[in-house]
């Protein structure tokens, strides 16, 4: 068990509380592993797929009310609410305690509890920080091994240390009346009931990785963010490594494994994460950042040999697939993937094109990082990898420009702060509204936005060599509802600016709202779209965006007092140079 007696006497107690049959020490082992899969296929819990086509791969079919990540009953559960910010749902503390100690009493009756210990980022690496996850779901245990490093290793970090966070998982009766996910930062606490899916139940993920440990970000000094990591290696053999917020099903786990277009010969991406980036400024001055997980938890739909190849090759074996369908010869199947036809839909029923969709729109690969043929071995590095460039990027069919780039590092911050983007299936509620998703941390800042705008800000006086900030936007649309950029791999061809803006070799047009390039500063050989639509995607349309300025003042403004002053005064800036540009 463990020689941490906080860590033995937790566990005593949740398990005096849940009541479960057996209680399990998770190794992390392989033979553990598989004793764990074949419960599961005996439960029906996973189903085997075709173990010629996908040795080592199982489908899972979570209950059909639990597919997507739940923000309305996600709750931080700080003493003072303003401290959660009306970013938040904030429910009082021993008030959420207390809610959760019903829904707990006696929950894991007839059930294995396991406790997975597990840590986040790098085993050896001063960034990394551990946790602890206790759920009654094996499916759970399967994946956080994919996603983190997780058990033995993990649990002599923590007895070590001595410091770790708590999370409490139960599915529970999977009633979405009675589901839940509270945090408590001032504890270092999770507690999650009623949900098996993803963002819900993996713990280690978006509760602590982003939410509690964005909170822990700001007392300690450094930056939790929902970011995929890049490497762009040039043909000199130069690498230059990017970190971006698109917010979810927007595009992280594409960029961060993109395959550059047939014009970019002597050019390779080097993959190091595709969800969160942990950040800290190094001793060069630089920001210094890490991928604290060791998995992919992807979107299924839309992955397929012309969009993203890199991540349809690591799917071939040992990966976990949640709510895709199925073919006649027992291969997994989205809609994107290929030509082969699916005859059973996500829940396990007759496909029928008339009832909906094969796979769920939020249906989901986990797999290990090290099976992607881009996989960076920086992820391992337990300094992490120099940021050259911070990208943020929404999906907005109008108005935003395919790039900008920031004239500051506060006006970077602005353009993080003023981000706005389309919702998708990730969550549940409705898909293709224009929300604001600041730094794509809505559904996942830990505290209140206007202080953490701030803690951004503090950075000019934290770090001497701060990266240059952009903001992209890969789905403009034309009249007809077509996308006018072809995206994915020609992705590139923006990434490619930015590093010759980072390297002091590309110009740029100073605007209102930030630097934009010339079109002929964008390569668009062999990409079949013409300079006429490149200038489109390069406009800006001052009036508009006097418009989106206005209602950028009045998000802003929600925030009251707590408000930075700097954010106005960038805000103040933009505006008046639309004015004098009309
Ligand atoms: P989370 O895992 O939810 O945080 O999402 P993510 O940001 O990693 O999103 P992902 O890369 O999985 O992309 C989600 C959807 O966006 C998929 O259906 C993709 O096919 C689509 N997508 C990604 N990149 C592009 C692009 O450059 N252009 C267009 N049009 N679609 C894209
Ligand atoms: C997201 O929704 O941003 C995800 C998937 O990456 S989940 O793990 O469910 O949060
Ligand atoms: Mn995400």
Avoid at 125 to 144: F, H, K
Avoid at 233 to 257: D, R, W
Avoid at 559 to 568: K, V, W
């Amino acid at each position: 068990m463990t020689t941490n007696q906080i860590l033995k006497q937790w566990v005593d107690e949740v398990s005096e509380l849940t009541h479960p049959d057996n209680i399990h020490w998770c190794t992390g082992s392989a033979e553990e592993n598989q004793q764990l899969v074949e419960g599961m296929l005996q439960t029906g819990e996973f189903i085997s797929l075709n173990p010629e086509t996908h040795p080592d791969c199982y489908l899972h079919r979570s209950d059909p009310d639990d597919v997507a990540r739940v923000e309305h009953v996600t709750f931080i559960c700080t003493p003072n609410r303003d401290d959660a910010g009306p970013n938040n749902h904030w429910m009082e503390p021993a008030e959420a305690k207390a809610k959760m100690r019903d829904l707990y009493s006696g929950c894991m009756q007839g059930r294995t509890l396991y406790v997975i210990p597990y840590c986040m980022g790098p085993i050896d690496s001063p960034l990394s920080r551990c946790g602890v996850e206790i759920t009654d779901s094996p499916y759970v245990v399967a994946n956080m091994r994919m996603m983190t490093r997780m058990g033995s290793a993990a649990l002599a970090r923590i007895e070590r240390e001595g410091t770790f966070v708590k999370g409490l998982h139960s599915i529970g009766e999977l009633d979405p009346e009675r589901r839940f996910i509270m945090h408590f930062p001032e504890d270092l606490m999770i507690q999650s009931y009623g949900s098996g899916y993803g963002g819900n139940a993996l713990l280690g993920k978006k509760c602590h990785a982003l939410r509690i440990a964005s909170s822990q970000a700001r007392t300690e000094g450094w930056l939790a963010e929902h970011m995929l990591i890049v490497g762009i290696e040039n043909p000199q053999g130069e690498i230059h490594y990017v970190a971006a917020a698109f917010p979810s099903a927007c595009g992280k786990t594409n960029l961060a494994m993109l395959i550059p277009p047939a014009e970019y010969a002597g050019w390779k991406v080097w993959t190091v994460g595709d969800d969160i980036c942990w950040m800290q400024p190094g001793e060069d001055g630089r920001l210094w950042a890490i991928n604290p997980e060791a998995g992919f938890f992807g979107v299924a739909p839309g992955t397929g040999a012309g969009t993203n190849p890199n991540a349809l090759a690591m799917l071939n074996s040992n990966a976990i697939f949640t709510n895709v369908g199925v073919t006649a010869d027992n291969q997994p199947w989205w809609e994107g993937k290929d030509d082969s036809v699916p005859v059973t839909d996500w829940r396990g029923n007759p496909y029928d094109p008339e009832v909906g969709p094969a796979a769920q729109p939020n249906s989901r690969f986990t797999v290990p990082m090290k099976q992607c043929p881009s996989y960076s071995e920086q992820a391992e590095a337990p300094r992490g990898v120099p940021i050259s460039a911070i990208i943020f990027g929404g999906r907005r069919e109008r108005l935003v420009p395919l790039v900008m780039e920031s004239k500051s590092w506060q006006h970077g911050v602005l353009l993080g702060a003023s981000m706005a983007s389309e919702t998708t299936a990730a969550a549940t509620g409705a898909v293709g509204v224009v929300r604001r998703d600041p730094m794509a941390m809505k559904p996942f800042c830990g505290y209140n936005f206007a202080d953490y705008w701030g803690h951004w800000l503090t950075f000019t006086e934290r770090a001497s060599n701060l990266p240059p900030i952009y903001h992209v936007n890969w789905f403009r649309k034309d009249q007809d509802g077509n996308f006018m950029w072809p995206g994915f791999g020609d992705n590139m061809r923006v990434l490619e600016w930015i590093i010759k803006r980072c390297k002091g070799e590309a110009g740029i047009n100073e605007t209102a709202i930030g630097g934009i390039p010339s079109p002929s500063d964008i390569n668009i050989n062999n990409l079949g779209i013409d300079n006429a639509a490149l200038e489109a995607l390069l406009d800006v349309d001052a009036g508009a965006w006097s418009v989106e300025v206005a209602q950028i003042r009045e998000y802003l403004e929600q925030y009251g007092d707590r408000l930075p002053a700097q954010m106005i005064a960038e805000l103040d800036k933009v505006a008046a140079a639309l004015t004098t540009s009309d």
